[in-house]
């Protein structure tokens, strides 16, 4: 079983750039979410997904841009990346907003 | 506001010890509570989760509970083996809630 797939797992980008964090889920869970992890601040939501074509804020949203086309995927788009945005990126599924959440591997990502 | 707190943020046993985690959390109105594990550079793995309704919830050497009113889950986890150190975080959220709320976490270190 895939469960929830990240990719890449490690990236470092130069500050000013664009990239892509892909997001897949093969468990067929309508809310999706991001978030990020950093020592001391704990996880934090960034944006979360309930279904194909909606999409909301959470708590740290700015620099960031997602989309939710497809039941599957939830991709997360750093616009310019900043050296704040270095961090540790979650992507997490579940059936509904209130059921069991499932966590991907994770990707480091460091801005220079 | 809700805020999960894990206290001790690091805990250190002999094998075959068991283990005793908390998670406290500042607002009752939890819709449920969700226990998860996270090795060094990894995701999350769930552990357990516990509806609001429900008092505990057992898996394998496991064992979690939950006491709304006084705002306290524990995890427990009988006869501990150095496969078992890890991180150890709790997360809830509440009925209206659109996130999980995390605590820091608990690092523990089973010594052979």
């Known amino acids: 079983n895939a469960g929830v797939t990240q990719t890449p797992k490690f990236q470092v980008l130069k500050t000013g750039q664009s990239m892509t964090l892909q997001c897949a889920q093969d468990m067929n869970h309508e809310y999706m979410s991001w978030y990020r992890q950093d020592p001391g601040m704990g996880l934090r939501l960034i944006h979360y997904?309930?279904?194909?074509?909606?999409?909301d804020q959470g708590e740290v949203p700015n620099g960031y841009n997602v989309s939710r086309s497809t039941t599957e995927d939830f991709p997360l788009r750093l616009l310019s990346a900043a050296p704040s945005q270095t961090s540790v990126y979650f992507c997490?599924?579940?059936?509904?907003?209130?059921?069991?959440?499932?966590f991907g591997q994770g990707t480091r990502l460091t801005v220079v | 506001k809700q805020e999960v707190t894990q206290i001790p943020a690091a805990l250190s046993v002999p094998e075959g010890e068991n283990l005793v985690l908390n998670c406290s959390f500042t607002d009752s109105a939890i819709y449920n509570l969700q226990w998860f594990r996270q090795d060094p550079g990894k995701g999350l793995t769930s552990l357990l989760l516990?509806?609001?309704?429900?008092r505990e919830q057992t898996s394998g050497r496991l064992n979690a509970s939950l006491d709304k009113s006084s705002g306290r889950s524990t995890l427990y986890i009988a006869a501990s083996q150095p496969g078992d150190s890890a991180t150890y975080l709790c997360?809830?959220?509440?009925?209206?809630?659109?996130?999980?709320?995390f605590g820091g976490g608990t690092r523990v270190l089973v010594k052979p």
């Open positions: 997360a809830v959220i509440k009925a209206a809630g659109n996130k999980l709320t």
């Open positions: 997904s309930v279904g194909a074509g909606i999409t």
């Open positions: 997490a599924s579940s059936y509904s907003i209130h059921t069991e959440a499932f």
């Open positions: 516990i509806q609001s309704s429900q």
